[in-house]
Nanobody, 121 residues
Framework: QVRLVESGGGLVQAGGSLQLSCAAS????????MAWFRQAPGKEREFVGS????????YYADSVKGRFTISRDNAKNTVYLQMNRLTPEDTAEYHC??????????????WSQGTQVTVSS
């Protein structure tokens, strides 16, 4: 009954910015750590980052450190992924997930449907 619905994906020029949002319903949002994963064609699903349920600590993959920011607004049951200085290597389908906050996909109970982010050169 828990649903995670994303918005904000699309096409952006290299060097630009894009913000994804993920709204949760059907559960107590602040009971879960939230994470973002991405998967590019021909590649395995990759951990992007996560935020604790309180929003007081974040974790990032090395590939996005300093460029991406994860935050959450528990009053709105929404988690955000602010992506800055995007490169074509960031092109992927992005998913949000609710679970333990680890970099392991199997530790997440709920997943969004995914949204495509395409970065052109």
């Amino acid at each position: 009954q828990v649903r995670l619905v994303e918005s904000g994906g699309g096409l952006v020029q290299a060097g630009g910015s894009l913000q994804l949002s993920c709204a949760a319903s059907g559960s107590v949002f602040n009971s879960y750590a939230m994470a973002w994963f991405r998967q590019a064609p021909g590649k395995e699903r990759e951990f992007v980052g996560s935020v604790t349920w309180t929003g007081d600590r974040t974790y990032y993959a090395d590939s996005v450190k300093g460029r991406f920011t994860i935050s959450r607004d528990n009053a709105k049951n929404t988690v955000y992924l602010q992506m800055n200085r995007l490169t074509p290597e960031d092109t992927a389908e992005y998913h949000c997930a609710a679970g333990l906050g680890s970099p392991t996909p199997g530790d997440y109970r709920y997943w969004s449907q995914g949204t495509q982010v395409t970065v052109s050169s």
